[in-house]
Each structure stands twice: as structure tokens, then as C-alpha cells.
């Protein structure tokens, strides 16, 4: 989830470039490895992703995954790399002649393919998966498929909502309370200019609100005394000091507060018209691997129904598939919205840069 430091995310890096998160100088933050192409299920797997999904302070899912790959393939090694500007470094490499020095890619959302295939095309980044490289994929729910070319696989996903201070404010309930006074000078969000959840938030209202409307709407939130900060950390440490008593977050909120002790009155959900914005989070193998099968058989591992129950603990999203059984810890405090939002590939595609531009141009430039 690239979302959390604290917890295993970060945020995206700006409207025009492709999200990423905190790595070192722009390239992996690792050595290489020589792989071997001997036995399709053993030597060094280079998996890039975003750093905190590794390294995160308080949990993330990279070294449990490591370890109960590893021990299931005995002959093979995961070793991660973290480019500090996520996938638009292998964009950067193909595009100058470069090899890309990787297998997987784990954490790619919609924003970031369409970006990908609007600058190298729809084959010039990663594989198109045969449906017997990855048995588990038959288990990921529809809704939160978003590759229409069969290359990138959805492994979790969470759903941006409001998160709000119940001793404070109530629920808003809808985008139009969202404008009425009650609501003054009540909410954080996020630049969509460089944050993901700020990001999706945004596109929810184009989704809602609709294309012709939603700078107006958004006109009107700022007129009400909305609060656009940098990215999910700046506006989640504010809300937490209670600079303001709503922030747009993740409807796994509960999970967080609950694993450490705060009080579920400070953090209670949100759901806008009875709708979430999904926000999936891909993985998908370079078309440039030589260790295709590895990579497939990490995909696969990825999507079993053991992995998928402790990436919901550790990454605090949802299971992309319908086989996971998450504890109950996870399943009493994370909530679903009543209605999935989410736009498709071909919504994206021409639209999402000018729908970030335009709403830079009126709304932060004023």
C-alpha cells in the first residue's frame, strides 16, 4: 500500500510522472545478482518494488514473503530492488536502449499502466500472461481488474473514503454535504498532483461528480475550507494532531487504529453516496526476464489463498482474490463501501493527466 511509512507505503511523485516511492539515487538499492536460466525454478529473482512493501518501520509483507517463497523454492532467492522512482524507472531504461535489470514489478496501480503504455505501448513493458502461468488468477475478483491486455495481475487493493474524528464531526454522507456549512473548514485531502489516495480522490469526483463538473465541485469544496496538503502523510499526521476532523483515507483505517490501541471514535468510516474508490495495486513480469517461470511461480504465490490472508495483515489492504481468509482482526475492522468506483483502462487513457493538470491549474494555482 503506498500509503503509510509507518506502515508499508508511500506516495506517487507527480502528475506527469509515474508514482513511485522512496528508494536511494533513482536506481535499485541493491547489488546484482548472476541468474541462471538452467532450471526455471532456481536462481536469483530480481523483484522491484516500492521500498516500504520491504522496509517499512512498523510491518510489511517483504520479508515474509522472501522467507515462505525461498522455503517453498529452496534453489531460488528473492532479492528486492526499490528504484526510487518506482516503475518509471524501467521506463526510463527502455526507453533509452537500457537492460532492464529486473523480473516483477509488485506494485503497479491503474495510474501507473496507463502512464507506461501511453510512452512504450501496450508490449513494451511486460508479458502478456498465458492463463496456465498463473493458476490463481482465476480467483481475483473482477472488479479490481484493471489491465484489459492480460499483463498486469492485481494483488491487493484498498478503497479511498473519508476517515473522521466522530467526537468532532458526523458522517458528511454525501459529495454535496461536502459543501454545506456544517462542513466548513473539516477536511484534509491530498495533492493529486503527487499522492496516490489524493489521486484517486480526485478521480472519484470526476467519476461522481462527472467530467464537465467536478473543477466546480471542487471550486465549492475549496470555497467551504478544504485543506489540499502534500501527500497521505502530511494529511494524516495533521488530522491526527487535529488540525481538522476528516481526511481522505482507506477504509482499512480501523485495521491500523485497532493494532495500535487508538480509540475507533478517531477513526471512523466514511463512505461518500455509499461509495469507496478502489485503488488495485498490480504486479506484472518484464518482457525482458530470463527467468519467466520463476516469475510466474512468484506471481502464482502471490495469489494462494495463504499469502493473500497475510498481505491483508502485513500490507493492511484487501485480498485481491475471493479464496483469502484474512484473521478477524482484519475482517471486524476493515470495511468494503457498499459500491466499488473505480475508473477503467480506457477512462484513464488521454484523460487522467489532463483531469490532474486542469484541476492543478484552477484549484492549487488558483
Not at 507505503?9 to 506527469?16: E, K, L, Q
Not at 490501541?261 to 518482457?287: C, K, S, W
Not at 499469502?307 to 493492511?316: F, G, P
Request: a negative charge; glycine letters at 8%; one cysteine or more.
Amino acid at each position: 500500500m503506498k500509503r503509510r511509512e509507518f506502515l508499508a507505503a508511500g506516495s506517487g511523485v507527480g502528475a506527469v510522472a509515474l508514482t513511485g516511492c522512496a528508494g536511494g539515487d533513482g536506481g535499485p538499492t541493491t547489488t546484482t545478482t548472476a541468474r541462471t536460466t538452467t532450471d526455471p525454478y532456481s536462481g536469483t529473482l530480481h523483484v522491484a518494488t516500492y521500498e516500504p512493501f520491504i522496509d517499512a518501520p512498523s510491518v510489511s509483507p517483504g520479508q515474509w514473503v522472501k522467507d515462505h517463497f525461498e522455503a517453498e523454492y529452496p534453489d531460488a532467492t528473492v532479492e528486492w530492488l526499490t528504484p526510487e522512482t518506482g516503475v518509471n524507472y524501467f521506463v526510463q531504461r527502455k526507453r533509452a536502449g537500457v537492460t532492464i535489470d529486473a523480473d516483477v514489478y509488485v506494485g503497479i496501480n491503474p495510474d501507473d499502466l496507463v502512464r507506461v503504455d501511453e510512452q512504450l505501448g501496450t508490449d513494451g513493458l511486460f508479458d502478456t500472461l498465458a492463463p496456465d502461468e498463473i493458476p490463481n488468477a482465476d480467483a481475483v475478483i473482477e472488479d479490481v481488474q484493471f489491465d484489459p491486455h492480460g499483463r498486469v495481475v492485481p494483488y491487493d487493493t484498498g478503497y479511498i473514503c473519508l476517515v473522521y474524528d466522530a467526537d468532532e464531526v458526523d458522517a458528511p454522507g454525501t459529495f454535496d454535504a461536502l459543501l454545506t456549512e456544517e462542513y466548513a473548514d473539516t477536511l484534509l485531502v491530498q495533492n493529486a498532483q503527487n499522492s496516490d489516495p489524493g489521486r484517486a480522490f480526485l478521480l472519484w469526483t470526476v467519476a461522481t461528480i462527472g467530467e464537465d463538473a467536478y473543477l466546480d465541485y471542487w471550486q465549492g469544496l475549496v470555497d467551504n475550507g478544504v485543506t489540499i496538503l502534500g501527500d497521505w502523510n502530511a494529511t494524516y499526521t495533521a488530522y491526527s494532531n487535529g488540525e481538522r476532523p476528516m481526511v481522505v483515507s482507506y477504509s482499512t483505517d480501523q485495521v491500523y487504529a485497532h493494532r495500535y490501541d487508538e480509540p475507533l471514535q478517531q477513526h471512523q468510516i466514511g463512505f461518500l453516496n455509499d461509495q469507496g474508490y478502489a485503488t488495485p495495486e498490480g504486479m506484472g513480469r518484464f518482457a525482458a526476464s530470463d527467468s519467466p517461470g520463476l516469475a510466474a511461480a512468484f506471481m502464482d504465490f502471490l495469489l494462494r489463498p495463504a499469502t493473500q490472508s497475510q498481505l491483508a495483515v502485513l500490507n493492511v489492504m484487501f485480498p485481491a482474490t475471493d479464496h483469502a481468509s484474512p484473521p478477524a482482526d482484519f475482517t471486524t475492522y476493515a470495511q468494503r463501501p457498499p459500491e466499488t468506483v473505480m475508473h477503467s483502462y480506457a477512462d484513464l487513457q488521454g484523460s487522467l493527466d489532463t483531469w490532474v493538470e486542469q484541476w492543478a491549474q484552477r484549484i492549487v494555482q488558483g
